[in-house]
């Protein structure tokens, strides 16, 4: 079956780094693009950055752009989000998707999400 | 950007009772829009993809509608496992924006 598996959050102070993983298995990982939203505690979702299939395309939302790195190791199923000179605006969970597009028939959407992974930023 | 907005915020309802719940994008995304479950503590669910389209496996007394603009989510009978936030999403255009949720309680 299908599994995304976060991990790598924790307990960080404002400025320094931290990297998130993600571990898929069920599938072939390598024909899918990847996202990572987000949530802030009590708020609702946001889209954080994509990765296409093969890594060659990547995108990034406003808020962490310049920050936040988006890349895959599609030898060993894993994606990974590398954060640098975290806020503490940036303490959310945060979730890898599968993006599931069939873009002729209108059709865009995440399938499955991993359980989350928490991060707080605080001195 | 594409705007999101959902209404209602939040919504009491019985067991049993029919619930709509809206939403409403910015600007035209065609029919992609999907539509989300997520309960406490655990990660969205995907209930509808392309607006209208039953993802496998949930059960049918949920249901979606509209293109262009406007959508809803519809359930049909209520049962005490559908107390939880609804998101709408738009995936026409990144960001893929939410709106910015329902939750549904036990009236």
């Known amino acids: 079956q299908v599994q995304l598996v976060e991990s790598g959050g924790g307990v960080v102070q404002p400025g320094r780094s931290l990297r998130l993983s993600c571990a898929a298995s069920?599938?072939?990982?390598?024909?899918?693009?990847i996202h990572w939203f987000r949530q802030a505690p009590g708020k609702g979702l946001e889209w954080v950055a994509v990765?296409?299939?093969?890594?060659?395309?990547?995108s990034y939302a406003d808020s962490v752009k310049g920050r936040f790195t988006i890349s895959r190791d599609n030898s060993n199923s894993t994606l990974y989000l590398q954060m640098s000179s975290l806020r503490a605006e940036d303490t959310a969970v945060y979730y890898c998707?599968?993006?599931?597009?069939?873009?002729?028939?209108?059709?865009?959407?995440?399938?499955?999400w991993g359980q989350g992974t928490l991060v707080t930023v605080s001195s | 950007d594409i705007q999101m907005t959902q209404s209602p915020s939040s919504l009491s309802a019985s067991v049993g009772d029919r619930v709509t719940i809206t939403c409403r994008a910015s600007?035209?995304?065609?029919?992609?829009l999907n539509w989300y479950q997520q309960k406490l503590g655990r990660a969205p669910k995907l209930l509808i993809n392309?607006?209208?389209g039953l993802q496998s496996g949930v059960p049918s007394r949920f249901s979606g509608s509209g293109s262009g603009t406007g959508f809803t989510l519809t359930i049909s009978s209520l049962q005490p496992e559908d107390f939880a936030t609804y998101y709408c999403?738009?995936?026409?255009?990144?960001?893929?924006?939410f709106g910015q949720g329902t939750k549904l309680e036990i009236k």
């Open positions: 998707a599968r993006e599931l597009a069939i873009i002729a028939a209108g059709r865009r959407e995440f399938d499955y």
């Open positions: 069920g599938f072939t990982f390598s024909n899918y693009a």
């Open positions: 990765i296409s299939y093969d890594g060659s395309g990547k």
């Open positions: 600007q035209t995304i065609s029919s992609f």
């Open positions: 392309t607006a209208s």
């Open positions: 999403q738009q995936t026409y255009n990144p960001p893929y924006t």
